[in-house]
Each structure stands twice: as C-alpha cells, then as structure tokens.
T-cell receptor, first 113, second 115 residues
C-alpha cells in the first residue's frame, strides 16, 4: 500500500530535549517536505527536499533541521525544542514537478512543556 | 507574493442543502490549485485539483470546483451536504513559474453539517 508514515504520532517532551520525528514514504518520490499546522494559520512549510542530499528552507525553518540521506526517509530534528514548537506536524511527498499531487502522513502531535 | 484566501473560517449548512466554500488566490503565473479535506484527528486527503485543463474540476465524494481566472477564484461546491462532510477544508495553490512543489495553504474553512 502506498503511504507516508510518521513516528511518533504523539509526543510530549520538555524544553531543550532533542527529538526526531521520522517520515518515510514507499512511493519512490523525489520531493518530500515538512509542514506545521497551527489554528487559524493553515499549514506552513518548514523544510523541503527535492532529492537525496538536497534540502532547503521553507517559510518557518527556525529551530528545525532536516536530512535526506536516503530517498525514502526525511526526518525532522528539533535540537532544542521550545514551547512555541508545540504544533501538529505533517510530512508530505510527491514526484518532482509542481503539479503533482502530494501525499500526506497522518501527522505528529507535539507538545513541548 | 503568492497567496490563498479562504473567505470564511466557518460555514454551517443543513444536511441535504448545497455547500459553497470560497477561495481566492493570488499568483503571477498559471497556478495549480487544490482542495484538501481534513477530518477530525485525521491527515489530509486530496479532494480535487486543477492543473490548467478543464476549468470545472470534479473530485471525490460529489465535490467540484470551478477555476475562474477573471475572478481569481476556485470555490468548492457540493449540491447536497452529508453529515460525513463535516471537516476542515483547505484551499491550496502551487504558484506557477517555478520548479518547486511547495504548497501554499489557506487558513482553512471548518464545515459543520446540521441534521
């Protein structure tokens, strides 16, 4: 089954404790990205990757890191989480090309205390 | 700047009545436009997309949207609402003129369906 998976689905952590949210897709997509969803703001792009070893900042990259060592995986790293990073995070993937439909993971709900 | 404006943050309809969710976009080039739906505590699902072919686009679950370039609009409609349509709906644009797949989301419209 074609899918985008994220882990964990729910996470409560404390300020400053490094964490990683994993994202994996099995559709051989080149393009992957991370979004955060906050009430009244819709979804905003954090980082994206157009292929292996190619990553770039989205609209709200501060406080986040990513890596793309393999085509299928695109982890999101919070080196020192802060309460303003409490949010719902979505990973998405698609074939490269601006008109492509993007497939979303189920979301990771993060609470930073 | 490229952007999407969803004109209503909340819409409430009665079951069996028409649904209209409004969206206006701003893009310097020919955009790709999408509607995604998010049911409570679920991920995002694609309803339909416009990519410069037919201006009237049909999607899943009886939804459709019409691309009107002169009005820079891409409103979502459904003739008869069902209780299962209650969800949040996002209008989304990929601006033209670039190679990125970046999605620009509207702020969402929460649809309530009354019995």
């Amino acid at each position: 089954e074609a899918q985008v998976t994220q882990n964990p689905r729910y996470l409560i952590t404390v300020t400053g404790k490094k964490l990683t949210v994993t994202c994996s897709q099995n559709m051989n997509h080149e393009y992957m990205s991370w979004y955060r969803q906050d009430p009244g703001l819709g979804l905003r792009q954090i980082y994206y990757s157009m292929n292996v070893e190619v990553t770039d900042k989205g609209d709200v990259p501060e406080g986040y890191k990513v890596s793309r060592k393999e085509k299928r995986n695109f982890p999101l790293i919070l080196e020192s989480p802060s309460p303003n990073q409490t949010s719902l995070y979505f990973c998405a993937s698609s074939f490269q090309g601006r008109r492509e439909t993007q497939y979303f993971g189920p979301g990771t709900r993060l609470l930073v205390l | 700047a490229q952007s999407v404006t969803q004109l209503d943050s909340h819409v409430s309809v009665s079951e069996g009545t028409p649904v209209l969710l409004r969206c206006n976009y701003s893009s310097s080039y020919s955009p790709s436009l999408f509607w995604y739906v998010q049911h409570p505590n679920k991920g995002l699902q694609l309803l339909l997309k416009y990519t410069s072919a037919a201006t009237l686009v049909k999607g899943i679950n009886g939804f459709e949207a019409e691309f009107k370039k002169s009005e820079t609009s891409f409103h979502l409609t459904k003739p008869s609402a069902h209780m299962s349509d209650a969800a949040e709906y996002f209008c989304v644009v990929i601006p033209g003129g670039g190679a990125t797949n970046k999605l620009i989301f509207g702020t969402g419209t929460l649809l309530a369906v009354q019995p």
